[in-house]
């Protein structure tokens, strides 16, 4: 049983940069892969990146390499989205995921999810 909350969304201009936090509440959080996936007005949710139990093993969709980075802290039951060079294609709410099994690019594989932040890339 997994509870989680994201928050440090919020609007930048294209350049700039976001930390989004995913507090969770569960006492075997350091067992769950963690994603983020985000869903931008008319379209599909779409898979951002991934982090596996321990921190070891991390995804990136095409998208996003070199600019974002996914991390997390077992101890604060915390996983984070660092966002640099956003642009205004990044807009979108974004929704931190985890799953009792193994890391995925699919969200379906994830079991539990916040409920989402909104994060505005202006140009």
């Known amino acids: 049983q997994v509870q989680l909350v994201e928050s440090g969304g919020g609007l930048v201009q294209a350049g700039g940069s976001l930390r989004l936090s995913c507090a969770a509440s569960?006492?075997?959080?350091?067992?769950?892969?963690m994603g983020w996936f985000r869903q931008a007005p008319g379209k599909e949710r779409e898979f951002v990146a991934a982090?596996?139990?321990?921190?070891?093993?991390?995804y990136y969709a095409d998208s996003v390499k070199g600019r974002f980075t996914i991390s997390r802290d077992n101890a604060k039951n915390t996983v984070y989205l660092q966002m640099n060079s956003l642009k205004p294609e990044d807009t979108a709410v974004y929704y931190c995921?985890?799953?009792?099994?193994?890391?995925?690019?699919?969200?379906?594989?994830?079991?539990?999810w916040g409920q989402g932040t909104q994060v505005t890339v202006s140009s």
């Open positions: 995921a985890a799953s009792s099994g193994g890391s995925s690019t699919i969200g379906r594989a994830y079991k539990y």
């Open positions: 569960g006492r075997t959080f350091g067992s769950y892969s």
């Open positions: 982090i596996s139990w321990r921190g070891s093993v991390t």
